[in-house]
């Protein structure tokens, strides 16, 4: 205590002093006047001289409320336009310290309920408390009057009558406890319970027709049975003298072939010896499944195309689709050339980013809920082609430059032939393979076409495949020169091209660069002619069945183009809205094709009832993200295919307005065939070319 009261002491004569100094001014000390004129400022030598006007002038700073901390280039993936994108709105919020609180107001519905059960509470325990003093009152006023009674009293009496009653009058007058009771939540819940309604079990049962039935009944006689042993005894010698004249080597082979067939054969599950009745029999369960659809199919024509002239609709009928391929795109689609109902689907990705593996599937309308062939490969199939003459044989072509042979005879999943580096495969994908006539020895011969700019002939040579580099694409107008006098020339990526119908050696090249060239398996410098068909790649190029000199392109610049390949520019030109992935010309009439769109819709149009737009424009896919890749029309059946990014095929039915045929007329026959057709397509042309003539 006496610290601080010197401390205190010394505190108030300092404010003592220094207030006596303040009051007196000069009184301080003598020197006080020759320090102030002494002292000067000291600048330092980069300091900047501002006038009154500039050290007057004020800099405001104002305080915001974001956060110097935060970051401002954050982008996210944005999955409806496929591209990282940057986030405008960023959160400034900076939280310094949090606490989950309990407290509940009391003027609250809550609060008031939890006071009113308090003071219940209160009340019945000072009311117990209250009873229980009254019980010890009373028990201390009866111990004296018990001592002042004698012994054999009638006083007796009652006591005993009390201690007989004690133990249930000590029950009456103990104290209730209170129940307990549980914690009241601070929050109203309520529980509550509902039973579903179950829906009545139905069956359903159908009776097929059993199968017809034919009684059979013959007599052996002693001549047929010699007649039967007769002739297995001559296909016994026939034998034994193809023997004679094999080889011993031959032979040797013919016996390790025939252990191993038995040896196969051997091992083989009961269900390989039954399999063409299983498959028999799978085809009938999904023809009762899906027998509304066959008989849309069959027989169903829409009632509605009678009051539209010139629109049509196409009716889904199936959906092909597979597990394995479920996150494979569709990237060719083919039909056999001789078993209408039977299809190739090429599964890939056109991604770059995500290749993975690849499948062919070959589905048959008669089962469309499972492949009839399933063949898996390394790489994506970006292509294929059936033979005409060989339908077991499929050419494919892969992603990573490959093109290989599938034999369908063969039931093992690995290719017969494929290229490798060594046979000279492309060094990029393969957009496009063509099946072509025999060679003059009678090999088999296709071409492909890559992004490297070559386009390759191979043959199947002595079980190999042999390739010749028919023609390198170069883009016209870029070469350059290097200094040590070379010429460097860009070369043409390849996407699509196709063969002419009967000019064999004529063939068209589209390119990424939205160049078409018509070019010649002869020619391999140069070709034969160039049009500047479209402004990004050509997804597709194919002759017009019927008309020698007609051919089509699309692109992915949302334009259908029409050519005449003796004329530079085109005929016909339609604006889509949207990419343009595939287009197809209908077997049937030379005016009509379709096109497929990546918004997911199918455009069918026929140049004979309106050359302006599309007389059927529809989507054909659920989900808005899922596009449409390719599209085929079947050689005999009024039905088209298309396939999607989602590794889905669907089938649809042409309603009678897109395929209309010429109406027949009273004593006179309908004209029918080629020339009919070429005669119709060369109508409309030559509107078109007189029309340009005049402009």
């Not at 309520?190 to 309604?197: L, M």
């Not at 028999?280 to 009678?306: L, P």
């Not at 093992?412 to 020895?441: E, I, L, Y």
């Not at 018509?518 to 410098?525: A, D, E, F, L, V």
Request: charged share 30%.
């Amino acid at each position: 205590m006496p610290q601080k009261q010197t401390r205190k002491q010394s505190i108030n004569v300092s404010r003592g002093a220094r207030k006596r100094d303040e009051d007196s001014g000069t009184e301080v000390g003598e020197g006080t006047d020759e320090w102030s004129q002494s002292k000067a400022t000291v600048r330092p030598p980069d300091q900047l001289e501002l006038t009154d006007a500039e050290l007057k002038e004020e800099f405001t700073r104002i305080l915001t409320a974001n956060n110097p901390h935060a970051p401002q280039n954050i982008v996210r993936y944005s999955f409806k336009e496929g591209t990282y994108k940057p986030i405008g709105f960023v959160n400034q919020l900076a939280v310094h310290f949090s606490q989950v609180g309990n407290l509940i107001p009391k003027d609250s519905d809550e609060g008031r309920r939890q006071n009113y059960r308090n003071e219940l509470v209160a009340g019945s325990q000072e009311s117990i408390k209250q009873v229980v003093s009254e019980t010890e009152i009373n028990e201390e006023e009866e111990e004296p009057k018990e001592a002042e009674t004698e012994p054999g009293s009638q006083t007796d009496i009652p006591a005993a009558e009390t201690a007989e009653k004690g133990p249930e009058e000590e029950e009456l007058m103990a104290p209730k406890q209170p129940k307990e009771r549980k914690p009241t939540n601070q929050f109203n819940f309520s529980d509550r319970a509902s039973q579903t309604f179950n829906n009545p079990l139905r069956d359903r049962e159908c009776q097929m027709e059993p199968p017809p039935r034919a009684n059979f009944s013959a007599t052996a006689n002693q001549w047929e049975i010699y007649d039967a042993y007769v002739e297995e005894l001559e296909k016994q010698e026939k034998t034994k003298e193809k023997e004679k004249t094999r080889t011993p080597v031959a032979k040797k082979m013919g016996k390790m072939a025939m252990r191993k067939l038995t040896s196969m054969e051997s091992q083989s599950d009961d269900i390989a010896k039954v399999s063409q009745a299983a498959k028999i029999v799978e085809r009938m369960v999904n023809q009762n499944t899906y027998d509304d659809v066959a008989q849309d199919f069959k027989y169903y024509e829409d009632a509605a195309d009678e009051y539209r002239d010139q629109e049509g609709t196409l009716l889904p009928l199936w959906k092909f689709q597979n597990d394995k391929a479920k996150r494979l795109a569709v990237t060719a689609l083919c039909w056999n050339p001789k078993y209408k109902d039977l299809f190739a689907v090429g599964h890939g990705s056109y991604d770059f980013m995500k290749q993975s593996r690849g499948m062919l599937l070959l589905y048959s309308m008669k089962n469309p809920s499972f492949p009839e062939y399933i063949f898996s490969s390394d790489s994506g199939i970006m292509c294929l082609d059936v033979h005409v003459d060989h339908p077991s044989l499929v050419v494919v072509g892969h992603y990573d430059g490959n093109v290989a042979i599938y034999n369908l005879k063969k039931p093992h999943s690995q290719p017969c032939f494929r290229s490798s580096a060594k046979s000279g495969k492309h060094t990029d994908p393969v957009w496009q393979v063509k099946w072509q006539k025999d060679d003059m020895d009678n090999n088999l011969n296709f071409f492909s076409v890559s992004s490297d700019g070559r386009i390759v002939s191979w043959t199947l040579v002595k079980s190999e495949l042999v390739h010749i580099d028919v023609i390198k694409l170069k883009v016209k107008g870029s070469t350059t020169e290097i200094p040590e006098g070379l010429q460097l020339h860009t070369v043409g990526c390849g996407t699509a091209f196709d063969f002419h119908k009967e000019i064999d050696y004529l063939f068209l090249v589209g390119t990424e660069e939205g160049k078409i060239y018509k070019c010649s398996k002869s020619y391999s410098s140069q070709f034969l002619d160039t049009y500047d068909a479209h402004n990004m790649a050509v997804d597709a190029v194919t002759w017009n069945p019927y008309h020698t000199k007609v051919f089509m392109s699309c692109s992915s610049d949302w334009t259908v183009k029409i050519w005449d390949h003796t004329i530079k520019t085109p005929m016909f030109i339609y604006d889509l809205n949207s990419a343009v992935g595939d287009v197809a010309w209908a077997p049937y009439s030379s005016t009509v094709f379709a096109a497929v769109t990546t918004d997911g819709k199918a455009h069918v149009f026929d140049l004979a009832v309106n050359k302006y737009e599309a007389i059927c424009n529809q989507p054909v896919v659920a989900k808005k993200k899922n596009k449409i890749t390719h599209v085929q029309f079947n050689p005999i059946y009024p039905i088209i295919i298309v396939g999607d990014d989602r590794g889905h095929i669907t089938c649809l039915k042409l309603s009678p307005n897109l395929r209309k045929m010429p109406k027949e007329k009273k004593g006179q026959e309908v004209q029918k065939g080629p020339a009919v057709e070429i005669a119709k397509l060369d109508k409309l042309l030559n509107l078109v070319r007189e029309v340009k003539t005049k402009t």
